[in-house]
């Protein structure tokens, strides 16, 4: 037997929350779950605010708490990031921050982290179809011609957006479009769909070659996916961090040589190139996971954020150590950054609101760096294994 439509009734899409539509979720809830279960999620500090979840949530039911441990301060010495910072790291990983922090440690005690962007630019990749390779062919001239009108549509729709390149690639008789946006200081993933959307219709209302269909998102661009058009030209924020870390450092802080990272070293990018990563470097998403986290990204973005390339070179006695990482999707505002829990976050690594997104961006990459130098130095070692043996199963 089907059941009614009146037992469904709560399980529509509920936009905004209140105490009603929470007790009526918990209510269906209720029997697989306990009280405990409830009390843990809608507890009173949640169920006070609810209205500040409603632009992020849909169906709420209450909040999940993570352990947020800090890292710092970490110095960084960047064109946009200036200064010592703590940087808050939420995960359920032991060992985690304690090895991020004794990389920042090491960092911090060779000068600092030198770190800057190199390249801006969020994409979206609409695809159009067509009837031949001709008509491809002519729908591209035609976007070519119209171009200025065609950026002056999509930027109609947003305050920060600027549309910085339209660049086609066709295959037979579709064609993608990579619309390429500056996001000022927000991570700008819906930003670029609206306004690529706006030109989208434009361009199907104005087009004199005849389109069979059109798609906002021809999966293309890489969204929450690595890719190799990420890792060549990058889908968010491009940032290079670096530090030379002295020798007497490496020995007395991080336990083992610079000449034992580097063989190390050695080994790690033979592994990565033998198994296809796309680019080679040890462990970008757990830093990235948890700052994401801690401050209000899109912890999905991780899947395409986490490509990129560690290095690590002798200078004279010391170990020059950086990555380069192409898809930094990080914003200062908008997204979940406004919710309490994040806003303290970015409040404490003193990056929140306007003016801060490329500073938080070389502030992940530095994080990352510091990541990398730790779990390099604790293999070659051989250290790693018994710090998640202390730290983790029997902490």
Same mark, same amino acid.
Request: some cysteine; charged content about 20%; glycine content about 6%.
């Given at each position: 037997?089907?059941?009614? !439509?009146?037992?469904?009734?709560?399980?529509?899409?509920? &936009?905004?929350?209140?105490?009603?539509s929470v007790s009526k979720y918990w209510e &269906?809830?209720?029997?697989?779950?306990?009280?405990? !279960?409830r009390d843990a999620l809608a507890d009173p500090l949640t169920m006070a605010g609810l209205d500040q979840f409603n632009a992020n949530i849909e169906n709420f039911i209450g909040t999940v708490k993570l352990p947020v441990g800090i890292i710092g301060p970490l110095r960084i010495n960047g064109l946009n990031a200036h200064g010592d910072y703590h940087v808050p790291m939420a995960t359920t990983?032991?060992?985690?921050?304690?090895?991020?922090?004794?990389?920042?440690?090491?960092?911090?005690k060779s000068g600092g982290i030198n770190t800057a962007i190199l390249y801006e630019g969020v994409i979206r990749t609409p695809?159009?179809?067509l009837d031949s390779l001709l008509d491809a062919g002519l729908f591209v001239e035609w976007v070519v011609r119209e171009i200025e009108p065609l950026k002056a549509r999509a930027e109609a729709t947003t305050r920060y957006g600027k549309l910085i390149s339209?660049?086609?690639?066709? !295959?037979?008789?579709?064609?993608?479009?990579?619309?390429?946006?500056?996001?000022?200081?927000?991570a700008g993933q819906n930003m670029v769909t609206i306004a690529t959307n706006a030109m989208c219709e434009d361009i199907a209302a104005r087009c004199p070659v005849t389109l069979r269909a059109w798609y906002i998102e021809g999966n293309f661009s890489g969204d929450k996916k690595a890719s190799f058009l990420g890792m060549v030209t990058g889908r968010g924020r491009k940032v290079s961090a670096s530090v030379i870390l002295r020798a007497e450092v490496v020995e007395k802080t991080l336990g083992t040589s610079v000449?034992?990272?580097l063989a190390y070293g050695q080994v790690a990018n033979l592994g990565s190139l033998l198994s296809g990563q796309l680019g080679a470097q040890a462990h970008f998403a757990n830093g990235l996971a948890a700052v994401y986290i801690a401050t209000g990204q899109d912890a999905a973005c991780v899947a395409e954020s986490a490509?990129?390339?560690? &290095?690590m070179e002798a200078r004279g006695d010391d170990l020059f150590c950086s990555v380069t990482m192409p898809n930094i999707l990080v914003g200062s505002v908008g997204g979940g950054t406004s919710l309490p829990s994040q806003s303290a976050g970015l409040n404490i690594l003193g990056l929140k609101g306007t003016g801060n997104g490329a500073a938080l961006a070389e502030v992940v990459a530095a994080t990352c760096l510091c990541g990398e130098i730790s779990i390099v130095a604790a293999i070659a070692a051989g250290h790693f294994s018994r710090a998640h043996e202390n730290l983790a199963r029997h902490r």
């Open positions: 037997m089907l059941p009614s !439509d009146a037992q469904f009734t709560t399980l529509r899409p509920v &936009r905004k929350a209140t105490v009603s &269906r809830l209720l029997g697989k779950a306990t009280a405990a !279960d990983e032991a060992a985690l921050v304690a090895s991020y922090a004794r990389g920042a440690y090491a960092a911090t695809a159009f179809v339209v660049e086609p690639v066709i !295959d037979n008789n579709i064609v993608f479009l990579i619309c390429r946006f500056t996001t000022g200081d927000a000449k034992a990272m490509m990129g390339v560690t &290095r």
